[in-house]
């Protein structure tokens, strides 16, 4: 009869009331990530790109890796977590050995403001280029993952398909492993 | 009789209540500085180390330049106004012109968990080289910025007065600069 | 009678025929520097880029600051050495605390070969931002200094002037200091 | 009669008189890699010294995978042999995405000057941590790889036997990683 309170499996989790609050109080931490796939000397061959529903907005967009760090959650587990969640579970992404992240993406919830932009929140974003090595099968609600070479990445259509503006953090992805981008 | 509400002159701050629920729901996003004194090269003569009451404990304690990102400001203008309320108006910080962090540090509230340590929260930090060229006048809370040489700044003892485990920040700092640390 | 020697003043200069027989056993290493303007908040307000004879076929071509590192000398010292040479004695130009680049620029001999082009030699040069506050007064073979915003240093026909592919470099440098490329 | 060259299969290789005098001129390029196993999460569990018979002094000493760059030759390219020279064809490298070093790491042949020196020449190496996945069986003139944790990778006792003051660059390494070096 007595209830035993088990731990809560989900610790980081929020209720969406709880959550609408949190975000009207503070910049929320997020994790995001460039899937690459890397040719033997490291060079980058191909980026991935994710086709889904917009959890802001519902419509159908392009968009990276991404999710919060949950309370209690290590970066590094954040960032697992989100790959797995997006890529599926044999994609066997190669996470870095360095906590740094290549660039800081600050979302703000008023458009034109900033370059990022994301109508829920102030999100914080660490972005990371993660090699993966294994099959990715998009599963939750991301539809697709599309694989581009470098170039592609950067073209002016594709930069406009990507939700919040997030075509910048490409770019800045792609300078960060040195591919071509004339 | 209208009370005409004004803009919140300063709308990151949280009440104490409404912080400490937070603190209990994500991730707090701070930053940090290590302030240094640059030679006409760029190389390290000097890294500054605050002494001040820790608003965790109470007690006398050394610690670095550190704040709360709050909603809707930007983690540079976060930077800039946390360097002026531990370093004064005359420090003249010289931001660095890239906003990837040297490293981002995690503390969580449990001690002996991790390398750092808050017992208020769950905090992760975006932590900065600042090089100040003008005079330090700590205030508010800071008694003190003493300048030590980089091996000053690696000695044992003051690592283990630093608040939450920074030694370790200390120490990463002057690997990031190239510091001798022999 | 007696001849004494005196030090040489200049131990990392290397007589033509030295320095053409050095080009084809080794990579020569060089260091470059994108200078730029910042706002108080350390974002990038303008960009610096140099007009100047090419040393390589003596066009009036576009390029950033950049020369090799001498024997003995530190890789500090060759940028510092390098900005005055190119921006004059009052730049200021404010050498950043940590020694790593935030690129490596691989310059290959063979046209076509690779994004970047030196005919005269195998080049790797060290790639910094360097923030400059003072009066720029090109001197030596630089002709000019002009200052872009970042979104002007981003344009198709800019970067089509720069020596050697250094458009490239350009675009690596507004990513890594996080300026809006859209 | 006439003697047809077949082109040179190992075009950086320099005979001894002649990279002799290259050392006295110019600086020289080299890389160095600081090998390390991860757990999934990219955390770094050990760290591989190398034990093997200096090339400098005959003498048996510890040292990290390092090794020139060829002309001609990328550094990638130059990266990935020298693993493969120093840990062996089955070592499996994860050559990171990005070709930032996490230090530039400057020797000087003369003793006492400078934190790191070579008594051979100036050179001046960029620095890698690089994850590995498969078996090492250092060959050539390496006898050893010692797989150490990041804590003993840091005991000065250590530190004093790797050649040319490396014991610094694995501190800096270790800052690099993030690993605890209380």
Known sequence: MASVRTPDPNPGWLSELALEETRSRVPILYVEAVPVRLDPNGVVEKVGVL???????????RTLVSGRVYHGESVRSALMRNLEKDLGPMAFPALPPSPTPFTVAEYLPMPGVSALHDPRQHA???????PVTGDCAPRQDAL?????????AQSADLRGELEGGRGLL??????????NLA
């Open 144 to 152: 697709e993952l599309t694989w581009l070479t470098p170039r592609e």
């Open 124 to 130: 914080v974003a660490l972005v990371y280029v993660v």
């Open 51 to 61: 086709l889904r529903t917009s959890s802001a907005t519902g419509e159908i967009i």
């Open 170 to 179: 490409l770019t800045q992805a792609m300078a960060h492993v040195g591919a």
